[in-house]
């Protein structure tokens, strides 16, 4: 608000106002006239404002042009009650008027006087727009850190919590991984990087899915087939490998086919003992290292509970072995996949489907294989577990390659008609060679249809 200096009472009618000797001759200049015709010819102009400002009124008198003086009442207000005086300045400063439009006005810079009444000398007002107004300068009673465009912080010191490596650290992209986009990359010394492609981004994702958590509870998937050599133990391997590579969890794959099982010969690693020995040791095993002594583990994050090599031995092991070496493995691991048998009517299937939070149904690329399958699910529905049908995933492993006849789109087109999810292994040689599997001999498109099958697998197992 500018200072209004009252002027005394009984001045000279001919006395004209004080001013600057720059001011009158800027004015004299202008107008063309002497700086004594200019007080001469204000005395007049002069004694209406000051009885306006003695009665609390304001007003305006430009001097841009002595000889265009307009009254306090012909201009507009500016932002409300504008005013205007004549101060006395000192001899090197220029007589300036004061303009006030309200609290969205700013002065301008380097117009202070030498005086010691700063408010009451001629500082400049500039009139600007609301918005930047309020932006420019808080209004009264307004809370600073509520302001646009501040950084709100905390009062006083910062924890030591507060330096992140988000915060601290400048996030750099990461290099292709592969391709022709890596060699540009590692051409230009890193100054070109287009990024990884689509392809890699989605296989990403899809790693992101697997390596999601599950919860406290064990999580129990059952890979199932009615007919033999369709791939059965291989695709439990591939899962639980690729389950096991990409989870920071613990995953087992055990072995519960009456018969001889092959799952320790698919699996890298051997173990001295059996599922079998680890029931009669059930109540003597107590710790995590303990049961390390009968699963397999060499080359892979993947444990291995292998069966008895004799057929007689492995007879015996029945659905309340099935449910007493499960308890156990439920202590120490997160996801239990099982190797079942052929038999759907064996005892211990019935643990089996009892326990299972989902179920992988593997198919062959025959017609017969194909057919088996099919038959496996409406045994599953005329059982009641219409719920494992609804969320199971069908494997159709293609072991004979694609040089068949039979349209292998119109068995996966059927699948889909019954239950979610449908995944196609293609064939490889590795995986032909009826030996130890190992990831990183995969095809590359053998390799993605793995992990396609272990997200859909944890998808299942989120909901479950």
């Known amino acids: 608000m500018t200072q209004t200096n009252t002027p005394k009472p009984g001045p000279r009618p001919d006395r004209a106002p004080s001013f600057s000797k720059g001011s009158a001759a800027n004015a004299a200049g202008e107008s063309g006239t002497s700086p ?33 003086r307009t009254s306090a009442g012909s201009l507009p207000a500016v932002g409300g009650t504008v005013q205007q005086e004549w101060v006395q300045q000192a001899p090197a400063t220029a007589a300036i008027p004061v303009v006030t439009a309200g609290p969205g006005s700013v ?18 007002a500039v009139d600007i727009a609301p918005d930047t107004a309020a932006a420019a300068e808080p209004v009264p009673g307004e809370d600073v850190k509520d302001l646009p465009g501040r950084r709100e912080r905390p009062e006083g010191p910062e924890p030591a919590s507060a330096l992140t490596a988000d915060r601290l ?30 392809q890699v981004r989605i296989q990403r994702a899809m790693e992101h899915r697997i390596a999601t958590r599950l919860g406290e509870r064990t999580r129990y998937v059952p890979v199932l087939s009615r007919k033999g050599g369709v791939g059965k133990t291989t695709v439990t391997t ?32 051997r173990a001295d ?20 002594n009968y699963t397999a583990r060499d080359g892979s994050r993947l444990d291995v509970l292998a069966s008895d090599t004799d057929p007689t031995v492995a007879h015996a092991f029945d659905d309340a072995d099935y449910r007493a070496v499960t308890d156990i493995l439920g202590r120490y691991y997160s996801i239990v996949l099982t190797d079942s048998g052929t038999g759907m009517v064996h005892s211990v299937m019935k643990g089996t489907l009892e326990k299972a939070d989902a179920v992988v149904l593997v198919s062959g690329g025959s ?13 599953l529905e005329a059982h ?25 789109d119109e068995i996966e087109e059927h699948f889909l008609s ?28 053998t390799r993605a249809a793995a992990v396609e099958l272990a997200a859909l697998v944890v998808d299942e197992l989120q909901q479950a």
């Open 238 to 269: 591939l899962l639980g490998m690729v389950l096991a590579e990409l989870r920071e969890d613990r995953v087992i794959a055990m072995d519960a086919n009456p018969d001889r099982g092959t799952l320790s010969d698919r699996s890298p690693g």
């Open 418 to 445: 019954r239950v979610k999810n449908v995944v196609r292994i293609p064939h490889d040689r590795h995986l032909a060679e009826g030996s130890r599997i190992r990831l990183g001999q995969l095809k590359p498109a």
């Open 169 to 198: 650290l400048t996030r750099a992209a990461a290099a292709p991984v592969s391709g022709w986009r890596r060699w540009l990359y590692q051409a230009t010394l890193g100054y070109v990087n287009l990024g990884d492609s689509d």
């Open 107 to 124: 002065s301008a810079p380097g117009t202070e006087p030498a005086g010691a009444d700063t408010e009451a000398a001629g500082t400049a």
């Open 367 to 379: 017609v017969d294989e194909a057919r088996l399958a099919s038959e496996t699910l409406s045994w």
């Open 36 to 68: 004594g015709a200019v007080s001469a010819s204000d005395a007049s102009g002069v004694a209406p404002a000051a009885d306006a400002a003695a009665a609390g009124e304001i007003s305006v008198v430009t001097v841009s042009d002595a000889q265009d």
């Open 273 to 292: 003992f059996t599922a079998r020995q680890l029931v009669k040791d059930r109540f003597t095993v107590n710790s995590f290292a303990q049961l390390s």
């Open 384 to 408: 009641g577990r219409q719920d494992l049908v609804a969320k199971a995933t069908v494997v159709i492993n293609m072991a004979a390659g694609n040089r068949t006849l039979v349209n292998i």
